[in-house]
């Protein structure tokens, strides 16, 4: 499995596709914001630089695990790869797993390439706040590689790219990904997956303690979507 495991980190980091959606695009857009934004408060007296360091890294590591591991499970099921290792010595839990730790690992770059910029345009954070923020955030991403590998599962290979998509950019626009979730909004953020993801960067700000509550929501929805995963493999080995 450790094999399989550097097998696939190595084929996303070669990746050009991976590289610029997942580690350039939100470097992109965090440039973007903080220009719209400059000097005014974001939410609860937060700078624009701040804010959205935490919300581009998370956009940039979602991204990361959604879009690699949905469609390279569906491209890989429908070239008839998947059927090949079902062949082999290796267990179905362990492809699965593969995928999931493979997936969270190609999140460090998007994170850290964010933080760094978040560095150069002057958010200060003490050596603990930076190593605490990206420990939390890497151990997020792996709630949204368990819900790739089953969303690459559960979509046809033709439908994985736009459903991917949808769900994507939904959880984000919903999450406060581009812009603070307020009022009705924020009640029904809540429940949104990427909102909680969101809020684990909170404690690095002035006033704030680390958001147990969303990382309880967080650990039943890793549940949640492993469960899936792995429901929807033994369903696509029934069919196979």
Not at 48 to 56: G, P, R, T
Not at 184 to 212: C, E, R, W
Not at 214 to 223: E, I, K
Not at 227 to 238: E, H, K, P
């Amino acid at each position: 499995m450790k094999t399989l495991i550097k097998l696939e980190i190595l084929r996303t980091l070669r990746n050009r596709r991976y590289l610029f959606f997942s580690v350039l695009y939100p470097a992109i857009l965090y440039f973007v914001f903080i220009s719209a934004y400059g000097s005014h408060a974001v939410a609860n007296g937060l700078s624009a630089k701040s804010y959205f360091m935490i919300s581009m890294a998370t956009f940039g590591s979602v991204g990361a695990v959604l879009t690699g591991s949905a469609q390279r499970i569906s491209l890989e099921r429908k070239s008839g790869w998947i059927r090949q290792l079902r062949l082999t010595a290796l267990p179905g839990r362990a492809y699965a797993t593969a995928k999931i730790a493979s997936c969270a690992v190609t999140t460090l770059p998007a994170i850290l390439a964010v933080f760094l910029l978040g560095a150069v345009e002057g958010v200060r954070l003490d050596a603990g706040q930076w190593l605490g923020l990206v420990a939390v955030l890497w151990a997020g991403s792996f709630v949204f590689a368990a819900l790739g590998v089953a969303l690459g599962y559960a979509a046809e290979p033709n439908a994985v790219q736009p459903i991917v998509m949808i769900v994507y950019m939904m959880m984000a626009a919903l999450g406060g990904t581009w812009f603070p979730a307020t009022g009705t909004l924020k009640d029904i953020a809540k429940f949104d997956p990427v909102y909680m993801y969101n809020q684990l960067g909170d404690f690095v700000h002035p006033g704030q303690s680390f958001d147990t509550a969303s990382a309880a929501g967080l650990a039943a929805f890793l549940v949640v979507f492993v469960a899936a995963a792995g429901f929807l493999y033994r369903r696509d080995t029934q069919q196979a």
